[in-house]
């Protein structure tokens, strides 16, 4: 994560941290599945680069509440795509304008933006089938 992510009333914003604002940290996940984390907001790419296909699951706000407006990003390299879908498709809801519109598929050397557009509600915008 950038350093300065979240700042605290009375922070004061150095050089250095200033500076990473304008990169992304890399969270490399080269296994199958991955759950977003706190730690991926924040100027995160959430890289995935397995060759086989790969899930990439939002969560519930009960087990991470991230704030309304959240992007997380997601890029895949492998050669397989990654499927970007709800941890609990009941609670958590996912749509995007890809073929399967509740679990969205990023292809090689694609990447989406996942935003929270609401509680539970998440929109999935970029190269997505």
């Not at 350093?3 to 250095?16: E, I, K, N, R």
């Not at 890029?75 to 609990?88: E, F, H, R, V, Y």
């Amino acid at each position: 994560m950038a350093t300065g992510f979240p700042a605290s009333t009375g922070d004061v914003l150095s050089a250095p941290m200033f500076n990473e604002l304008v990169q992304y940290t890399i969270n490399t996940q080269s296994g199958t599945t991955y759950t977003f984390a706190s730690t991926d907001q924040y100027q995160v790419l959430v890289l995935t680069s397995n060759a086989s296909a790969k899930t990439v699951s939002i969560p519930t706000d009960a087990t991470t509440n991230f704030a309304i407006g959240t992007v997380i990003t997601v890029l895949n390299t492998g050669t397989a795509d990654t499927t970007i879908q709800a941890a609990s498709a009941g609670t958590t809801t996912v749509t995007s304008s890809g073929a399967s519109s509740a679990a969205p598929k990023v292809g090689q050397h694609k990447a989406a933006a996942c935003i929270k557009t609401a509680a539970n509600t998440w929109r999935v915008i970029g190269a997505v089938s």
